[in-house]
């Protein structure tokens, strides 16, 4: 459903496209000025490895389908009392809608991203091809991760009447905190130990950098359970929130 309705919009698409790719030549503006006048400042990167994680971490994050106003656009026009009556697990239609948009955002917006962005920068990505097996199994793992957090925030919707406050919150944390405009590894050591317990560096920072070979093999072991670990805390949160939320609707239907 989410495939086919974002194929009915071409408009957006196109304007979609533009947008991330303002957002990769803003990036590799500021990084290409940084390396030039104080290369100092940038510790073990260099202007080309942060021009290559400007693109890569845009394209993660362009792949990412949000579809976390689904559950508050229900609740307000009432249709979530239909989904709820329907014999499947509400969760799960959530869950395969931002896989399907997950999967047009990949095919439609970051493949040609990526391979327009390799032609004007003329980044030359194969070394990075022997990581691409750990970075897609930790991709996925923070995707599971995007899921779930995005479903807390639209189970919102159930005890509030207007959430957009906690939009703002998130997107502000997400663009703090994920690694998708300053790599973690450039922080004060203060605001990278409060960024490790927040889930937003496993959306884009992690996979890019392991897919860049910027961890080490000892490392892994630790980040994987670190992955495990939000992936449990935010799926508790996610029941927490899913069930109190029915009852709390229940109660409002009389």
Do not use: H
């Not at 698409?13 to 947008?19: I, M, P, T």
């Not at 391979?115 to 030359?124: Q, V």
């Amino acid at each position: 459903m989410s495939f086919q309705r974002a194929l009915a919009y071409r408009l957006e698409y196109f304007v979609g496209l533009a947008n991330a790719f303002l957002y990769i030549f803003i990036f590799t503006s500021v990084w290409t000025t940084v390396s030039t006048d104080s290369p100092e400042a940038l510790g073990n990167w260099t202007g080309e490895t942060l021009i290559a994680y400007a693109v890569l971490s845009t394209v993660i994050k362009v792949s990412m389908f949000r579809n976390d106003q689904m559950i508050p656009t229900k609740i307000k026009n009432g249709d979530i009392i239909f989904d709820l009556l329907k014999p499947y697990y509400y969760p799960l239609a959530y869950v395969f809608d931002g896989i399907g948009g997950s999967l047009f955002q990949i095919f439609a917006r970051s493949g040609p991203l990526l391979l327009i962005s390799i032609f004007i920068y003329d980044l030359d990505l194969s070394g990075f091809l022997d990581n691409l097996i750990l970075f897609f199994a930790f991709f996925a793992l923070g995707y599971i991760l995007f899921l779930l957090v995005g479903f807390v925030l639209g189970a919102m919707g159930f005890f509030f009447t207007d959430v957009f406050g906690f939009y703002l919150l998130y997107f502000a944390c997400t663009t703090l905190f994920s690694g998708s405009v300053v790599p973690i590894d450039l922080f004060p050591e203060i605001l990278k130990q409060v960024t490790l317990a927040t889930p937003f560096p496993y959306f884009f920072y992690y996979p890019v950098s392991i897919l860049m070979g910027r961890i080490g093999i000892v490392e892994y072991n630790n980040l994987l359970m670190l992955y495990f670990l939000q992936i449990s805390i935010w799926a508790g949160f996610c029941v927490i929130s899913y069930s109190f939320g029915k009852k709390k609707l229940e109660i409002l239907g009389g």
